[in-house]
Nanobody, 124 residues
Framework: QLVESGGDLVQPGGSLRLSCTAS????????IGWFRQVPGKEREGITC????????RFADAVMGRFTISRDNAKNTVNLQMKHLQPEDTAVYYC???????????????????WGQGTQVTVSS
């Protein structure tokens, strides 16, 4: 099971940290992805981490503003978001897939396990 937390209302230019905590399995050997979705649009992959090799990947829309990291002690993957803008408003999801390749995918259909999502709203 994956559980996201940390969603909130934040002003433009602000920061927020989301967490994705796994229970029932350890994140070793998994790729963890963060996705977001707004009503009427497809789910968008924004970043991922391959926990086996430490590979990171970012979508252009968040490059330089978002970072992804793993907290082994908490079996958690964190998404640190900075310089948030109204267009970052969405429901944010984390997902996991057992992954033996080097990189990590940003396509939603590559992932097996999903959290329930957490709302991020960027507004003044």
């Amino acid at each position: 099971q994956l559980v996201e937390s940390g969603g909130d209302l934040v002003q433009p230019g602000g920061s927020l940290r989301l967490s994705c905590t796994a229970s029932g399995f350890t994140l070793d050997g998994y790729s963890i992805g963060w996705f977001r979705q707004v009503p009427g649009k497809e789910r968008e992959g924004i970043t991922c981490i391959n926990t086996r090799v430490g590979f990171l990947r970012f979508a252009d829309a968040v490059m330089g503003r978002f970072t992804i990291s793993r907290d082994n002690a908490k079996n958690t993957v964190n998404l640190q978001m900075k310089h948030l803008q109204p267009e970052d408003t969405a429901v944010y999801y984390c997902a996991a897939v057992k992954y033996d390749e080097f990189g990590c995918p940003l396509e939603p259909n590559e992932y097996s396990y999903w959290g329930q999502g957490t709302q991020v709203t960027v507004s003044s």
